[in-house]
């Protein structure tokens, strides 16, 4: 039988007044992040929104042409 090392029976848990200093030092280090974000304007925010669902609408007619091609051959191949 083999006895624990003591890296094995030291308690390794944090106190419990450390957690509301790692809480307010997240969120003050959240806050300080969002404030160098650049948000983008309304005028760039509504281009790039269109530009989105117009490039995922011809993706998904590309995807619905191509898969009713693969149908319509396989309908003529395996009749």
């Known amino acids: 039988m083999t006895s624990p090392i003591s890296e094995d029976t030291t308690d390794s848990s944090e106190s419990p007044e450390a957690e509301p200093t790692r809480q307010s030092g997240f ?3 959240t ?3 969002l ?11 509504f281009s ?3 530009a989105v669902i117009l490039m995922v609408s011809l993706s998904a007619a ?4 191509v898969s009713r091609f ?10």
């Open 48 to 50: 790039e929104s269109i």
């Open 31 to 33: 806050y300080e992040e």
């Open 35 to 45: 404030s160098l974000v650049v948000w983008p304007s309304r005028q760039q925010l």
């Open 27 to 29: 969120l003050a280090a």
């Open 70 to 79: 693969y149908s319509w051959a396989s309908s003529q191949i395996f009749v």
């Open 62 to 65: 590309f995807i619905a042409a």
